[in-house]
């Protein structure tokens, strides 16, 4: 039996500003869609201490909220707290460049919707951004990156398989979810979907 997943890209702090995208829409979409486990990017350690209030704005905001009314299984799948910008330098010309290339991704987001965000051409942009941001971290920075996402895309690979049958939809950041949409369409037991098919 495959196991049906969607993605679903968030913005960080974006979601409060007055986007297509808000915290009121990624809550619409997550209740409309009802998974029935909602794999977050929050650290395990930090979910089962009850330290939402740590957790991303969408998530505290808009994801836990949806599923503290319904019956969605909230699953934490983070390797640790860390998000895309916690890896930009600290300064000199790498850090001007990822900043740079920030305000611009920042910049289309803001009049995206939520079908954009998550659909192929915004993906290619994000990628291309996203890949040339990771190009101006240290290599140490990169390292890390890419084995945090790894250690989460196995903690989804391995909740969705103690569990197989059910309807997964991952939160992760955008800068994330592209990473991950590449690797579980590459995984045999996995029916991966647009969020909108869930």
């Known amino acids: 039996m495959k196991n049906r997943i969607a993605t679903l890209g968030t913005m ?9 995208y808000d915290l009121q829409t990624l809550a619409q979409i997550a209740a ?24 991303s704005l969408p998530i505290r905001a808009a994801l836990a909220p949806v599923a503290d009314r319904s019956d969605i299984v909230i699953i934490p799948v983070a390797a640790g707290p ?29 009049g995206a919707g939520a079908r954009t965000i998550n659909g192929p051409w915004y993906g290619a942009f994000c990628h291309t951004v996203c890949a040339l941001q990771e190009a101006a971290w240290t290599p140490a920075a990169r390292a890390a990156w890419q084995a945090e996402s790894a ?13 197989p049958g059910r309807r ?17 369409r590459r995984e045999s037991d996995v029916d991966f979907v647009d969020y909108w098919a869930l």
């Not at 977050?40 to 201490?49: H, K």
């Not at 860390?82 to 987001?109: I, M, N, S, W, Y």
């Open 32 to 55: 409309g869609l009802a998974p029935d486990l909602l794999c977050l990017e929050v650290a395990r350690a930090a979910w089962e201490a009850g330290e939402v209030g740590r957790a």
């Open 12 to 20: 960080s702090d974006l979601h409060a500003e007055a986007t297509a």
């Open 151 to 163: 250690a989460m895309l196995a903690n989804v690979l391995a909740a969705v398989r103690r569990d």
């Open 168 to 184: 997964t939809l991952v939160a992760a950041q955008c800068q994330r979810k592209h990473w991950l949409d590449t690797r579980l």
């Open 82 to 110: 860390r998000d895309h910008a916690d890896f930009t330098p600290a300064g000199g010309l790498r850090a001007a460049v990822t900043l740079t290339l920030e305000r611009l991704h920042r910049r289309v987001q803001r």
